[in-house]
């Protein structure tokens, strides 16, 4: 890496092109996006000017974000070309180039180095191992004012209020996340029937580094899913939590016993009261808690999540 001057200028260029003409690439540097560009069939040279003299390859990434594929109909890829920081060239295919999202005959779509210098999924490219992750949750409320925290490897986020429409809620943390690692907390759950009131969570998905992850696959885990018989967890294939609980992200249904709720809570792992108030509290098997205290006859509602 060249080295610059303090308070001199970077210059960016880099060279990217599309399958279709339709693709839709996002140029980040560092944790914020520097450009979004609609990519044409021919290679394009784009350039900026970096104000941060200590940026490095290492801190751009390219990301695609609208993959499209119908087979023998479209089939969406960007082309990421070659990488110039102040003159000097970073080879997109380079050993050290880290993608998300390269598809190779031998193993699909498989995360890691030394893939090549094409997208053939929404992910990304960057010149280096990546040093941190980004999580965007895209969910919604049945009401309005719903909330969920998020956990991510260490790190317990504040929680989020969500409105009626589908949103994404993008959440920056400094360490490689393993999707396994990632649960959103439904945890203020209101039903008040008489006024035709009744708080759901709907998460449609979550994306770590682009790549995405569906709330309903097969492999998650959900709490708080109103059925038939009542309250449920398991892996239910939902993306909508009607009371208070958890989308456990998981690629194991190992993880199922961790969660599933400890009865010597009560027969069903859950605790409710009704005397002006209503309680609904579950202990999980692993030792987290959670739980809403809603006090309907004083028009607010207060909450209450901790691990024990």
Same mark, same amino acid.
């Given at each position: 890496?060249?080295?610059?001057?303090?308070?001199?200028?970077?210059?960016?260029?880099?060279?990217?092109?599309?399958?279709?003409?339709?693709?839709?690439a996002q140029i980040w540097v560092g944790d914020r996006i520097l450009q979004t560009q609609r990519l044409?069939?021919?290679?394009?040279?784009?350039?900026?000017?970096?104000?941060?003299?200590?940026?490095?390859?290492?801190?751009?990434?390219?990301?695609?974000?609208?993959?499209?594929?119908?087979?023998?109909?479209?089939?969406?890829?960007?082309?990421?070309?070659?990488?110039?920081?102040?003159?000097?060239?970073?080879?997109?295919?380079? *050993?050290?180039?880290? !993608? /998300?999202?390269?598809?190779?005959? #031998?193993?699909? %779509?498989?995360?890691?180095?030394?893939? $090549? @210098? &094409?997208?053939?999924?929404?992910?990304?490219?960057?010149?280096?191992?990546?040093?941190?992750?980004?999580?965007?949750?895209?969910?919604?409320?049945?009401?309005?004012?719903?909330?969920?925290?998020?956990?991510?490897?260490?790190?317990?986020?504040? *929680?989020?209020?969500? !409105? /009626?429409?589908?949103?994404?809620? #993008?959440?920056? %943390?400094?360490?490689?996340?393993?999707? $396994? @690692? &990632?649960?959103?907390?439904?945890?203020?759950?209101?039903?008040?029937?008489?006024?035709?009131i009744d708080f759901n969570l709907t998460v449609d998905r979550i994306e770590i580094d682009g790549v995405?992850?569906?709330?309903?696959?097969?492999?998650?885990?959900?709490?708080?899913?109103?059925?038939?018989?009542?309250?449920?967890?398991?892996?239910?294939q939902t993306d909508t939590l009607q009371g208070n609980g958890v989308f456990q992200f998981n690629r194991?249904?190992?993880?199922?016993?961790?969660?599933?709720?400890?009865?010597?809570?009560?027969?069903?792992?859950?605790?409710?009261?009704?005397?002006?108030?209503?309680?609904?509290?579950?202990?999980?098997?692993?030792?987290?808690?959670?739980?809403?205290?809603?006090?309907?006859?004083?028009?607010?509602?207060?909450?209450?999540?901790?691990?024990?």
């Amino acid at each position: 890496m060249l080295a610059a001057d303090a308070g001199a200028e970077l210059e960016l260029q880099i060279d990217l092109r599309g399958e279709t003409g339709d693709e839709l690439a996002q140029i980040w540097v560092g944790d914020r996006i520097l450009q979004t560009q609609r990519l044409s069939t021919e290679w394009q040279r784009f350039n900026a000017n970096l104000e941060d003299a200590s940026i490095e390859a290492k801190d751009v990434r390219i990301q695609f974000t609208n993959d499209l594929y119908e087979p023998d109909v479209i089939d969406r890829n960007v082309y990421v070309g070659t990488l110039f920081l102040n003159g000097e060239e970073i080879d997109p295919n380079g *050993p050290n180039s880290y !993608s /998300t999202a390269t598809w190779r005959p #031998e193993d699909g %779509i498989v995360a890691g180095l030394g893939r $090549g @210098s &094409v997208l053939n999924a929404n992910g990304y490219l960057q010149f280096d191992e990546p040093q941190g992750s980004t999580i965007t949750v895209f969910a919604r409320g049945e009401e309005g004012g719903e909330q969920f925290r998020i956990w991510a490897g260490s790190i317990d986020f504040l *929680p989020t209020t969500v !409105s /009626t429409e589908l949103e994404a809620y #993008e959440f920056r %943390i400094n360490e490689v996340v393993d999707p $396994g @690692s &990632v649960q959103i907390r439904f945890i203020n759950d209101f039903y008040q029937p008489e006024n035709d009131i009744d708080f759901n969570l709907t998460v449609d998905r979550i994306e770590i580094d682009g790549v995405a992850y569906e709330a309903e696959a097969p492999e998650v885990f959900q709490s708080g899913v109103f059925r038939e018989n009542g309250f449920e967890s398991g892996f239910l294939q939902t993306d909508t939590l009607q009371g208070n609980g958890v989308f456990q992200f998981n690629r194991s249904e190992q993880l199922a016993e961790r969660y599933e709720f400890d009865t010597s809570v009560s027969e069903n792992g859950l605790i409710e009261f009704s005397q002006g108030s209503f309680i609904r509290a579950g202990a999980f098997s692993d030792g987290t808690f959670v739980g809403t205290t809603q006090a309907f006859g004083f028009g607010g509602v207060s909450n209450d999540c901790r691990s024990l």
